[in-house]
């Protein structure tokens, strides 16, 4: 009773949060320019494409990709042999257990006469299955603290999904061992299928399973005299073999068992078996519930947007579909860290510690965003790392589901530019313009010697501005002077005069001209110098400074 | 003759914006025998620089890390990617503490960085190490009256005593290199400029009109097609191209090849193989610029003496 009601909850949970999520496909917003496509017209325009997919070609790519990408998981085995290996034993082993163990008496029964659990293969495989998920679990765990910048990516929703399998499957393991070994189980199946009819034949069954089967008894219910053994092995034979193999079929259970067999009569005493049971289904059915809102969610939204890849042409898809599309992708993403791994500017977070740098946090920072926004704090991190981005296109082209990254990460960009965060490149320029804007207005303007050595130590060498003597050279060989009409209006300072300014400690001044900004990093003024003045790499470093201001 | 191994670095661009150049350059380089080995790099650190040194300097540092450990002296396609880890290793050279603060980062995934490897452009291994004499034996498509105006890459030539690329006001290299497949270096105003690729994404007015100045100035000296050998360089050039007014951009531009295009085809390479289709503009009259396939290598031969350079 109890079982139905928490799996029918469970159910429910599950159905109401998918039927969200599918209305959130339809309704939000993941580029500004999607907030133009009512429910609707997504709907009728993914419908349109789809119904266009089935009766063409790609139909066939698109059971192709089905089986190759979503089944077989093609895209990660190219990248990890470990990756696939964990994933396919997790996914098999599931896909094994739910249909032949937790749906057996809907799916099997059915289809083969005289089923029962306890027998083999049933009882061999799952074990097998269990096995499986369980070295996926403990693979998953191993790679998770063991590659390389794939612990920063590690959150919530995979320490759940973990822990959730583990707690299923090591329930379901203990739960057969403390059956194998319990005496209360032996015996609730004795009266239900033994049919024994004398104390005598009782005695000798019993100790055949515990000599046999290793069932712990308490001291003085068995015996080890032939005469009793041999009837116990006529009686398993007439009365038991039918319908229970061997329990060593079950060779990892029947392991944990031999473990456990010293607890074995505190267990019944406790009525573990009872207790493990509740964890075993309860787990289940909380995975289930939340299936929506957690990891697990890619079983569903993984083969429908790698289908959806396969099928649907998506440059010459109305917009409207694509708009569908992008919600799907926030849903899609398994959390596995493919991207983050491979991500080119990965190497930067360990310098700069804003996760929003590696692409599948920032991902998860886009959904956050498109669904209730963020704090100005949390929009200037995401800031931060969406104009980190080198534009590799990596995380595009390994993502196993197929997600294309480069589309969101240009729709964050315009999400970000919606709330008025642009370039943080363009924001330290203005801000640093800002700043010397007063003293521009100024006749005189107060030179403050000797303030600014101290602070430009990033390399020696960049230093040496004060070497300048204003030989002009470095003005006369920069392109940008030599296309401007009016220089001083429109570049505010000359290379040779960003020296002298610097010389004059007047740092202000010289991170507010747009002569730094707008410098092309040509190097022709640095090459020319005739003292050796680093001018573009001063530069470079005056453009640091200035941003490192600006972040705060 | 001995086999040459390099650990190629792709940087960010060229894998999935300008395959082209990997493409060509990898079957360049296989049928000179140069060996070329893919190691985990990550981004050279150059979009770094503007706005975290630090990160630039980690970045640059892991790579050159990763091809020290190898013991491969590095081949970058990109010349800024060039600029960023020659930039580098002498930051790293000059300040021990930048130095310790790298290798403590890097010592996390077992790495060191000892400032003991090399990094070279691809046209610098042509030149130096395969050398222009075993490149004319294999030139068996020479061009025939091409006019080629090469745009040498500022991050390369300059600061010349970092980069080490060649002489940063009389460069000879690629011009060179370029004369071994036939074609003459046409000399022209904008060969030794800037493409406004740095701007791109912080003045886009400026950085497009710089590098309009750069295609009038292509116009101008009369040669049949643009070389550039930087992906920066290739995706300005093409998104110039797509902004501008078709008419004018025709005019201004015939076409844009990467050098190991170039040679490939003066190898006899087939032009899918170098996948020139990938460019744009494409330079689709180039096959008219060549001699006859090698059936009648002989005569292609003779022909190449023929083909002065201009510059």
């Known amino acids: 009773m109890f079982f139905q009601l928490s799996l029918y909850a469970a159910l429910l949970l599950c159905v109401l949060g998918l039927v969200y999520k599918a209305r959130q496909w339809l309704v939000v917003s993941v580029s500004p320019s999607d907030k133009k496509y009512r429910p609707g017209p997504r709907a009728a325009a993914v419908g349109r494409a789809l119904v266009r997919a089935i009766f063409s070609a790609r139909m066939w790519r698109f059971a192709k990709a089905l089986m190759l990408d979503g089944f077989l998981q093609r895209r990660s085995l190219r990248h990890s042999v470990l990756a696939w290996l964990s994933h396919v034993f997790i996914f098999t082993g599931f896909a094994g257990l739910l249909l032949l163990h937790a749906l057996g008496q809907q799916l099997v029964a059915p289809l083969v006469a005289d089923y029962y659990p306890t027998l083999n293969p049933w009882l061999l495989l799952r074990d097998l299955f269990g096995g499986m998920v369980l070295s996926g679990v403990v693979l998953v765990i191993c790679r998770r603290l063991l590659v390389p910048g794939l612990r920063a990516t590690t959150r919530l929703t995979d320490r759940f999904a973990i822990g959730i399998l583990a707690v299923v499957l090591l329930s379901g393991f203990a739960l057969l061992a403390v059956k194998t070994n319990s005496a209360a189980s032996y015996e609730r199946m004795v009266q239900e299928y033994g049919m024994l009819d004398a104390p005598q034949e009782a005695l000798a069954l019993r100790s055949l399973w515990a000599r046999d089967y290793g069932v712990v008894f308490p001291a003085g219910q068995t015996s080890d005299k032939a005469d009793v053994l041999a009837l116990g092995q006529r009686l398993n034979q007439e009365r038991c073999v039918q319908c229970h193999a061997r329990p060593q079929s079950a060779f990892l259970s029947y392991g944990l068992a031999r473990v456990l067999r010293p607890l074995s009569l505190a267990c ?21 519930a939340l299936l929506p809102f957690t990891k697990f969610m890619h079983l569903i939204t993984a083969p429908l947007l790698m289908a959806f890849n396969a099928a649907v042409d998506r440059q ?6 694509r708009a569908f599309l992008r919600g799907l992708e926030l ?9 983050s791994v491979h991500c080119s500017v990965a190497t930067a977070y360990r310098q700069v510690p804003n996760k929003n740098i590696l692409p599948s946090e920032k991902l ?14 949390q929009l200037a991190k995401v800031r931060q790392g969406a104009y980190m981005c080198s534009d590799c296109d990596r995380c595009t082209m390994l993502c196993p589901v197929g997600i294309n990254l480069r589309d969101l990460w240009a729709a964050l960009k315009e999400d970000l530019a919606d709330a008025g965060l642009g370039s943080p490149y363009q924001e330290a320029a203005a801000a640093a313009q800002h700043k010397a804007e007063p003293s521009r207005q100024q006749e005189v303007v107060p030179v403050r010697m000797g303030r600014f050595q101290s602070t430009l130590k990033l390399s020696a060498q960049v230093g040496n501005f004060s070497e300048c003597y204003s030989c002009k050279t470095c003005t006369n060989a920069c392109p940008l002077v030599f296309r401007t009409e009016w220089p001083a209006q429109e570049l505010d300072l000359l290379p040779h005069q960003v020296m002298f300014c610097l010389a004059l400690g007047m740092q202000e001044e010289a991170m507010g001209a747009r002569m730094v900004w707008d410098c092309l990093t040509c190097y022709q003024c640095q090459e020319a110098c005739p003292n050796l003045v680093q001018v573009t790499d001063i530069f470079y470093e005056l453009r640091n400074m200035a941003s490192r201001a600006a972040r705060g | 003759m001995t086999v040459m191994h390099y650990a190629l670095f792709l940087g960010c661009k060229i894998p999935n914006h300008a395959p082209q150049y990997e493409i060509s350059a990898r079957r360049v380089l296989k049928a000179l025998g140069v060996a070329v080995k893919d190691l985990p790099f990550n981004c050279c650190g150059y979009p770094l620089r503007d706005q975290y040194f630090e990160a630039f300097l980690l970045s640059a540092a892991r790579n050159l890390a990763l091809a020290e450990a190898k013991s491969l002296t590095m081949l970058t396609l990109c010349k800024c990617c060039l600029g960023s880890l020659k930039r580098a290793q002498s930051f790293l050279a000059e300040s021990h503490s930048l130095r310790t603060m790298v290798n403590d980062e890097l010592a996390r995934e077992g790495l060191t960085y000892l400032g003991q490897g090399q990094v070279m452009h691809l046209q610098s291994v042509l030149y130096h190490q395969v050398g222009l004499e075993r490149l004319a034996d294999l030139v068996t498509r020479p061009f025939r009256n091409l006019g080629v105006a090469t745009l040498y890459g500022c991050h390369a030539l300059r600061p010349s005593r970092l980069t080490n690329f060649d002489n940063p006001y009389q460069p000879k290299i690629i011009d060179e290199l370029l004369e071994v497949t036939g074609a003459a270096s046409v000399a022209w105003e904008g060969r030794l400029r800037c493409c406004g690729a740095p701007l791109r994404n912080k003045n886009e007015a400026l950085s497009l009109s710089i590098i309009g100045q750069r295609l009038q100035e292509f116009h101008d000296s009369g040669a049949d097609i643009l070389n550039v050998d930087c992906p920066h360089t290739l995706l300005q050039v093409q998104w110039a191209f797509e902004r501008l007014e078709p008419a004018q951009s025709i005019k201004l531009l015939g076409g844009i090849a990467l050098y190991p295009q170039l040679l490939g085809l003066a190898m006899g390479l087939r032009p899918s193989e170098l996948a020139l289709e990938l460019n744009t503009p494409q330079p689709s009259q180039l096959v008219h610029f060549q001699a006859a396939p090698p059936a009648e290598a002989t005569e292609a031969g003779a022909d190449q003496d023929q083909a002065r350079p201009i510059a």
């Open chain 1, 268 to 288: 019944d005493r406790w009525d573990a078996a009872q207790a493990l049971y509740y964890i075993h289904f309860l787990a289940c059915f909380i995975g289930l």
């Open chain 1, 331 to 339: 849903d899609a993403c398994a959390h596995c860290g493919t991207c």
């Open chain 1, 364 to 377: 998860a920072s886009l959904a956050a965003l498109v669904r209730g926004g963020g704090d100005a704090a």
């Open chain 1, 316 to 321: 010459g898809m109305d917009p409207a579909g």
